[in-house]
């Protein structure tokens, strides 16, 4: 409990709970206010990654707390945009994340023997999310444009499980 007081600790906490008044303000069609306040959480995320390498109080916490908070963020409000009317650019996403999330999880979690949120993240995955976090914002936002949008995300999704396969499953270890 004690990690979560930390300042990046309440940076993952500002994520999970503005995600339902983002959800709800998507529902109702308030896009450019869920907009800015999804940006605001996804800001959150990148100022999160910065101080983790200065802190490094507890970071097997921070690692996990951080994707916990991330994947609260992403999935719910991609489930909120499939509500609000079947979105190509969010059933794609949702899709291939979740697909690219099992592997890699299944994938870290044996070779780690731990829990996959516990592990620090590959460059891939760190620059997917970020990646992806922007598109969402500008979609939810502009609410246009969302074959573009999934096209954009497509390779970086693809990049972060071709990276995570090769290192976890194809590329031996050089020991010195």
Do not use: C, Q
């Amino acid at each position: 409990m004690k990690e979560i007081l930390t300042f990046h600790g309440i940076l993952g906490l500002i994520r999970i709970l503005l995600t339902p008044l983002i959800f709800y303000l998507i529902l109702i069609g308030n896009n450019l206010l869920a907009g800015i306040l999804f940006l605001i959480a996804a800001s959150t995320d990148f100022v999160d990654g910065l101080l983790v390498k200065e802190h490094k109080h507890n970071i097997e916490f921070s690692y996990f707390w951080d994707g916990f908070a991330d994947r609260v963020l992403i999935f719910l409000i991609l489930i909120a945009l499939i509500i609000r009317g079947l979105s190509l650019f969010a059933l794609t996403i949702i899709v291939l994340y979740a697909i690219g999330e099992v592997i890699i999880g299944i994938l870290m979690s044996i070779k780690r023997k731990k829990f996959y949120l516990y592990h620090k993240h590959r460059l891939s995955a760190r620059i997917n999310v970020i990646v992806i976090l922007a598109l969402m914002g500008i979609f939810i936002i502009v609410n246009d444009y969302e074959i573009l949008l999934a096209l954009i995300a497509s390779p970086f999704l693809l990049y972060m499980g071709v990276d995570y396969f090769f290192y976890y499953t194809v590329v031996p270890k050089v020991s010195k």
